[in-house]
């Protein structure tokens, strides 16, 4: 084993999470090739660690073990390290953390593996702690260990790589056979959500507890679908659970990643963009349903929160919030009843029994505000107090030290957001959130794209090339979803342009997607991405996608690709559905998709219209029948666009291309909206 003159890099990264080590005594190397060839040269193996700025045991891990100078010294002398955002670099996470499963191991982050000279896995795990606990062995005895394994031990070595990799190649890179999927493909997917949903505190099992959000759109289609009332229950109760729990920021608006209980009270405290964003969406829905303001108000207030804590300059939104702050989870969220008495003075009585604060608290001693046993009711006189005193408390809390902000721009998520912005205003004729999400989509295109190709990641002026699909596919979306806000051509355009884009270096022979591009050089292998991890997989957004901008277009060729991309999506997840629900409601999509153009909607039509959400229509308003036509192929019976008249309020509803006749009535167009 060779020495390494080798010393930290990561002061030039644009990263912030790598920014967060660039002190270390740890000697931290970039993922690329000349980490690789350095190992290659000293004959040491690779020490690989994946984490994000928001992830509280990757700072656990960091003050423990990189922070501490004997630790380091071993990681020094017997590995050669990389450091690796996740985020910046998901293509990277995917390899290893599947690596990880196929050891048996459940995974998360911090992410510990570690690598041959080639860059292949061959042990690891998750964080380790500087003393034996948690049933987890110590950090230096595990390096120790590992490191003569590599020295003495080359054919057990050997061994493991060869059946790490196949594991890979066949989960990750194979493209599988294509399968027609089956025509109850969403009534299916539901059955099996509501035989492992939490039927007290809603959600799906027990803790911990995501909030799953294609799952939940699952859900919604299904009723949307065929008025199966027990998914829309589920549903609505899941959302309900969430918004009134502490999950939910009642100060500040936003939802937390998830919480450690089963019943939506402990959140681990980080905020992400996508994670909001899906919220967004499943509100806008269970609001048209309802008609519950509560839906509403959460919307505003979490769009408040973006605006405030996450809107960049140029428009675009960064990624997260930390967990921490101060050195302690939860910290800046979490409240001791004194304090709540003292800033409140009168009203804290009635704040406190309806947010659950008490001497005692509700986690640790402290206080999570939540509303899970007094949910907003409609005594409007005690609602207007507990209102003054959020914002109190609120303006209290922002005079403590800040959660960190990882503000690198993420084209996916960022596409997510967009999208959940776009809908929500077109629904509550907020054109304020329309024009934060057409702000973004701006900066996205002017600040992220070169040669017409999109970047994944953004900070500072400093651009991570090529992109993901993902980016590809949610931005697509993102287009697609402004589109109807104003019936922009420019956003048609685009989304044309990054379907060719992603045909030119992403495409595979089944008519599916690679999660890498053609030339992106530094992976291990070039996998698939079809099943969820928070959000919808790659593949499920472009197919998505790509059904809608064929039905947007009646484009014949693009719904025949999109048929054909269903059968390969499908052949790939259909043994495990369940981890799949994103690419189950794409397919949803390809199966019934449906367009309604509305011609001058009178009010009682747009009632109708936002009464009635569903995620696989698209919705269309048009001045007159001439605009109509043009985006329908087949001919508007009873009408003549040329007639030079106001054309009455009508509305046009397609299944795929074939069109009903014109509807001019809104009890009509009710019946018509309804399932089947």
Sequence with gaps: MSDSQLSNVLGDSASPYLQQHRDNPVHWQVWGESALKEAARTGKPILLSVGYAACHWCHVMAHESFEDPATAAVMNELFVNIKVDREERSDIDQIYMAALHAMGEQGGWPLTMFLNSAGEPFWGGTYFPPTARFGRPNFISVLKSIANIYAAEPDKVTKNVAAVRAHLERTLADAGTPSAPPANIVADQATGILSIIDRK??????????????????????????????????????????????????????????????????????????????????????????????????????????????????????????????????????????????????????????????????????NILNRLDHPPGDDSSIEEKLETARHDLLRARDGRIRPERDDKVLADWNGLMIRALAEAGRHFNRPDWTTLASNAFDFITRSMSRDGRLAHAWRNDIATYPALASDYGAMIGAALSLHPSGMDRRYLDQARQWLTVLDTHYRDDTGSYYYTADDSRDVLLRTRHEHDDAAPSANASILESLTHLALLSDDVELTARANTMAAALWGRVKGMPMAASGAVNAIGTVQAPRKLVLVNPAKDMLDVVRSLPDPSRIDLIVTD????????????????????????????????????????????????????
Aim: hydrophobic fraction near 40%; charge should be negative; charged fraction near 20%.
């Design 201 to 366: 505190n809603g959600g799906i099992g027990q803790a911990p507890k995501f909030p799953n959000a294609s799952m939940l759109e699952t859900l919604w289609r299904h009723w949307r679908l065929t008025g199966a009332t027990d998914s829309r229950d589920a549903a609505l109760h899941w959302l309900r659970a969430m918004i009134n729990g502490g999950i939910y920021d009642h100060l500040g608006g936003g939802m937390a990643r998830y919480t450690v209980d089963a019943g939506w009270l402990v959140p681990h405290f980080e905020k992400m963009l996508y994670d909001n964003a899906q919220l967004i969406r499943s509100l806008t829905w269970a609001h048209g349903e309802t008609g519950d303001d509560l839906f509403r108000t959460r919307i505003d207030e979490t769009v408040t929160w973006l605006v405030r804590e996450m809107l960049l300059d140029g428009g675009g939104f960064a990624s997260s919030l930390d967990a921490d702050s101060e050195g302690e989870e939860g910290r800046f969220y979490i409240w001791q009843k004194d304090e709540v008495d003292r800033l409140l003075g009168d009203a804290a009585s009635v704040f406190c029994s309806h947010y659950d604060v008490s001497d005692n608290g509700n986690w640790e001693g402290k």
């Design 625 to 676: 029948l001439a605009a109509a036509q043009s985006v329908i192929s087949s001919p508007i019976s009873d009408a003549n666009p040329e007639s030079g008249k106001q054309a009455p309020a009508t509305a046009l509803l397609c299944h795929g291309p074939v069109c009903l006749p014109p509807i001019n009535d809104a009890d009509q167009l009710r019946a018509a909206l309804q399932p089947d």
